[in-house]
């Protein structure tokens, strides 16, 4: 028997692992709500008219002991089951899971219209999906038994962030329902309850979106906000709604959101071509011809653009330099702007839209540049006075000597596409590029556990720990995932690693 197999039929056994003081870590919990999850999904699969009340009862005990991910997680379930539904040629039959579903969007609208969000997320998820692009979208709000005001709530939340099919059919559902709306948020007779949340959401949405694409008015939005204000005639607006009506000023970079004024530097770099990164000296030209304080943000779009665009840019950057030189990049910040970047925030700020690694030479351009950054720390007790501020000194150490901060890429990023490209690399990179291993994570594996078992099986435990699935924070952050419009290539992703190292 190879030495794999000793493991994987020696380490189930409960009598292998040494005693562990339980613990309440943000790992177990996370464990915890994954396995809920799975419980959860394996009672919406079983439930039929039968087994209705009593699976409906351990669900609802699941979401009151485990709280909005258990609910998030259900709601999706459910949408997507009706959506699967409505598809087919029977689909006005109401099945088992669609009075799950009714039930509980009954208890979020009537009952706790504050848990609106929970469902509108929800819906964005389903809409994100490539094997839904047939969804009738007003059919299932309808279904659903959304009153109007609900079904611009959600539909405001899907036009932004879901597939091309499915903006046409919320922009529609805005366009006849908004009138109906307007009038519903003026009536003071009504006693339809809507969250401030819920009026924040139409604000920001008429107020940021090209309400011409929409195909609403200014003069309808002006009457939207005109019934908000009449809403809280008797109080004060809340907080979080006065920014709406406060007198707008301008300046160059109105029109421009936080990650379009973070691009310019990214933008310039690409335009040149690779020839801009050939030496120190040519790529500070460019940090002057853009001018300005150079930010965590701007650094990680720069970063995002030179993993895109590693080969075949063309450009001027054709000719003998064909990609660009990461390390002439950093030097140049090192020599301009070391004592102001905080490079994990750069990694963290990788969490931008058009972000996305494609190949294992992307993820090393940002490990790289990792290590040849400096890694500054401010000193808190020294510093000078400076034109009337006091300005905090900066102890500078030498490149590298911090892991690379995996963790970043683990959590809940808001660009999921992005934070899986980048996990799928992770898990298939070179020692050489980056070993989870030797970063701050979890692991799933640790010798320790296996100090007085056998030879063989402490020589497989060896083998496996140095694989870079062996990390509890990037498994977790993979699960998790399935519960966003990436369920799909996470599914793939799962059986691949799976395959690979089965006994992780």
Same mark, same amino acid.
């Given at each position: 028997?190879?030495?794999?197999q000793?493991?994987?039929?020696?380490?189930p056994?409960?009598?292998?692992f040494?005693f562990?003081?339980?613990?309440?870590s943000?790992?177990?919990?996370s464990?915890?709500? #994954?396995?809920? +999850?799975?419980?959860t999904?394996l009672?919406v699969s079983?439930i039929?008219n039968?087994n209705f009340?009593r699976?409906?009862?351990e /669900?609802?005990?699941?979401?009151d002991?485990?709280g909005q991910?258990i609910?998030?997680h259900?709601?999706?379930l459910?949408?997507?089951?009706q959506? +699967?539904?409505?598809s $087919?040629?029977d689909?006005?039959i109401?099945?088992a899971?669609c009075r799950l579903l009714?039930?509980?969007?009954?208890l979020?609208?009537v009952? @706790?219209p504050k848990?609106?969000?929970t469902?509108?997320?929800a819906?964005?998820?389903?809409?994100? &999906?490539d094997?839904?692009?047939?969804l009738?979208?007003?059919?299932?709000?309808?279904q659903?038994e959304?009153?109007?005001?609900d079904?611009?709530?959600?539909?405001?939340?899907?036009?932004p962030?879901?597939k091309?099919? *499915?903006?046409?059919q919320a922009?529609?559902i805005?366009r006849?329902?908004l009138? /109906?709306?307007?009038?519903?948020?003026?009536d003071a007779?009504?006693?339809?309850?809507?969250?401030d949340?819920v *009026?924040e959401?139409?604000?920001?949405f008429?107020t940021t979106?090209d309400?011409e694409a929409?195909?609403?008015?200014?003069?309808n939005v002006e009457?939207?906000k005109?019934?908000?204000?009449?809403?809280?005639a008797? @109080?004060s607006?809340?907080e @979080?709604?006065?920014?709406?009506?406060? #007198?707008?000023t301008t300046?160059?970079?109105?029109? !421009?959101?936080?990650a379009e004024?973070?691009? #310019?530097?990214?933008?310039? !770099?690409q335009e040149?071509?690779?020839s801009?990164?050939t030496?120190?000296s040519s790529? +500070?030209d460019?940090f002057?011809?853009?001018g300005g304080?150079i930010?965590?943000q701007?650094v990680?779009?720069?970063l995002?653009?030179?993993?895109?665009?590693?080969?075949d840019l063309?450009a001027?950057?054709?000719?003998?330099d064909?990609?660009? =030189?990461?390390e002439?990049?950093v030097?140049?910040?090192n020599e301009?702007?070391?004592?102001?970047?905080d490079?994990v925030?750069? !990694?963290?700020?990788l969490d931008?839209?058009h972000f996305?690694?494609f190949d294992?030479k992307?993820l090393?351009?940002v490990?790289?540049?990792f290590? +040849?950054s400096?890694?500054?720390r401010p000193?808190? &007790?020294?510093?000078?006075?400076?034109?009337?501020? *006091?300005?905090v000194l *900066?102890e500078?150490?030498?490149?590298?000597?911090?892991p690379f901060?995996?963790?970043v890429?683990f959590?809940?990023?808001k660009?999921?596409?992005g934070?899986?490209?980048?996990l799928?690399? !992770?898990?298939?990179?070179?020692?050489?590029v980056?070993n989870l291993?030797?970063?701050?994570?979890q692991r799933?594996?640790?010798? =320790?556990d296996?100090?007085n078992?056998?030879?063989?099986?402490?020589l497989a435990?060896?083998?496996?720990?140095?694989?870079?699935?062996?990390?509890?924070?990037? /498994? =977790?952050?993979?699960v998790?995932l399935?519960d966003s419009?990436?369920f799909?290539? /996470?599914?793939?992703f799962m059986? $691949?690693?799976?395959?690979?190292?089965p006994?992780?």
């Amino acid at each position: 028997m190879s030495s794999e197999q000793d493991f994987a039929s020696a380490s189930p056994k409960s009598s292998t692992f040494p005693f562990r003081t339980p613990s309440t870590s943000k790992s177990q919990k996370s464990d915890l709500i #994954t396995i809920v +999850k799975a419980q959860t999904s394996l009672l919406v699969s079983n439930i039929n008219n039968d087994n209705f009340e009593r699976t409906t009862t351990e /669900i609802r005990s699941l979401i009151d002991k485990h709280g909005q991910p258990i609910r998030q997680h259900l709601l999706r379930l459910l949408l997507i089951e009706q959506a +699967k539904n409505l598809s $087919r040629a029977d689909g006005s039959i109401e099945t088992a899971a669609c009075r799950l579903l009714k039930d509980h969007v009954r208890l979020i609208v009537v009952e @706790n219209p504050k848990l609106i969000g929970t469902l509108s997320e929800a819906l964005v998820s389903v809409c994100k &999906s490539d094997s839904l692009r047939d969804l009738d979208l007003e059919r299932l709000l309808q279904q659903l038994e959304l009153d109007p005001v609900d079904q611009v709530t959600a539909s405001v939340a899907i036009y932004p962030a879901a597939k091309k099919e *499915f903006v046409s059919q919320a922009s529609a559902i805005i366009r006849a329902n908004l009138p /109906i709306v307007i009038e519903a948020i003026g009536d003071a007779s009504s006693t339809k309850a809507i969250p401030d949340s819920v *009026f924040e959401s139409y604000l920001t949405f008429f107020t940021t979106s090209d309400i011409e694409a929409v195909g609403v008015t200014l003069q309808n939005v002006e009457s939207l906000k005109d019934a908000v204000k009449t809403r809280f005639a008797s @109080n004060s607006l809340p907080e @979080n709604l006065k920014l709406f009506f406060q #007198t707008e000023t301008t300046d160059t970079q109105n029109d !421009m959101s936080e990650a379009e004024q973070h691009s #310019t530097l990214s933008k310039n !770099m690409q335009e040149l071509g690779y020839s801009c990164c050939t030496s120190v000296s040519s790529i +500070k030209d460019v940090f002057d011809r853009v001018g300005g304080e150079i930010q965590e943000q701007d650094v990680a779009q720069v970063l995002g653009m030179m993993a895109r665009t590693h080969t075949d840019l063309g450009a001027d950057g054709s000719g003998s330099d064909q990609t660009w =030189d990461v390390e002439v990049f950093v030097t140049a910040l090192n020599e301009t702007q070391a004592p102001n970047l905080d490079w994990v925030k750069v !990694m963290e700020n990788l969490d931008y839209e058009h972000f996305v690694i494609f190949d294992a030479k992307g993820l090393e351009i940002v490990t790289e540049a990792f290590r +040849k950054s400096p890694k500054v720390r401010p000193l808190e &007790s020294e510093g000078r006075w400076e034109r009337g501020e *006091f300005r905090v000194l *900066f102890e500078v150490s030498s490149a590298g000597q911090d892991p690379f901060p995996a963790e970043v890429f683990f959590g809940r990023w808001k660009h999921f596409q992005g934070q899986l490209s980048a996990l799928y690399q !992770m898990v298939h990179a070179s020692p050489e590029v980056l070993n989870l291993n030797t970063c701050s994570v979890q692991r799933v594996i640790q010798l =320790d556990d296996f100090a007085n078992a056998g030879a063989p099986i402490r020589l497989a435990a060896s083998q496996l720990a140095q694989q870079q699935v062996n990390c509890i924070d990037l /498994i =977790d952050t993979i699960v998790n995932l399935a519960d966003s419009e990436v369920f799909e290539d /996470i599914k793939i992703f799962m059986e $691949r690693i799976a395959n690979k190292s089965p006994e992780i």
